[in-house]
T-cell receptor
Framework: ETGVTQSPTHLIKTRGQQVTLRCSSQSGHNTVSWYQQALGQGPQFIFQYYREEENGRGNFPPRFSGLQFPNYSSELNVNALELDDSALYLC?????????????FGPGTRLTVL | KQEVTQIPAALSVPEGENLVLNCSFTDSAIYNLQWFRQDPGKGLTSLLLIQSSQREQTSGRLNASLDKSSGRSTLYIAASQPGDSATYLCALSFQGAQKLVFGQGTRLTINP
């Protein structure tokens, strides 16, 4: 059973650019959630995808968007990057319908916006 | 608004001590509560998950408790070791909601 993987590990962009982050969910999981973690803070929920559709969204602007593919992998896209977008981006996979609903996190992508 | 608070923000103790990390929350209608560990610059590792109907869970030297009526959870670490040094985060999920709501974390340092 493979765990949650994310790519790339690190990324440096300049303000105004666009970025795509990728996540492969754990085998057997059908749900992917994305979180943003600023330095010294707890993760903040961005959105969740279940069966290729958005299934809940946090307080993030529309320039944060996502996709989920038939194999349950996912992308996070951020347009018009701002300096405050610099953070660790975490994805987590889970299986909807299980009572425990444990989310398994990937290692994260560190995004730096200059 | 659902708020989760972790106190203290940082804690430094000598090796071998037993210690308690605290997590408080404002909304008692939780679905479950998880404790995570995060090493610097890394992802999150789930340590323990407590269902809303449970009062505690144990794994090795770790014990987590849940008191919904007072809006509190504690993570007890017995016989601490330098390898326990990390940031510990508690996170809540709520019925009908898809997200985890995290506290700010407690940065724990175990001194040899």
């Amino acid at each position: 059973e493979t765990g949650v993987t994310q790519s790339p590990t690190h990324l440096i962009k300049t303000r105004g650019q666009q970025v795509t982050l990728r996540c492969s969910s754990q085998s057997g999981h059908n749900t992917v959630s994305w979180y943003q973690q600023a330095l010294g803070q707890g993760p903040q929920f961005i959105f969740q995808y279940y069966r290729e559709e958005e299934n809940g969204r946090g307080n993030f602007p529309p320039r944060f968007s996502g996709l989920q593919f038939p194999n349950y992998s996912s992308e996070l896209n951020v347009n018009a990057l701002e300096l405050d977008d610099s953070a660790l981006y975490l994805c987590a996979s889970s299986f909807q319908g299980r009572r425990t609903d444990t989310q398994y996190f990937g290692p994260g992508t560190r995004l730096t916006v200059l | 608004k659902q708020e989760v608070t972790q106190i203290p923000a940082a804690l430094s103790v000598p090796e071998g001590e037993n210690l308690v990390l605290n997590c408080s929350f404002t909304d008692s209608a939780i679905y479950n509560l998880q404790w995570f560990r995060q090493d610097p610059g890394k992802g999150l590792t789930s340590l323990l998950l407590i269902q809303s109907s449970q009062r505690e869970q144990t794994s090795g030297r770790l014990n987590a408790s849940l008191d919904k009526s007072s809006g509190r959870s504690t993570l007890y670490i017995a016989a601490s070791q330098p390898g326990d040094s990390a940031t510990y985060l508690c996170a809540l999920s709520f019925q009908g909601a898809q997200k985890l709501v995290f506290g700010q974390g407690t940065r724990l340092t175990i001194n040899p």
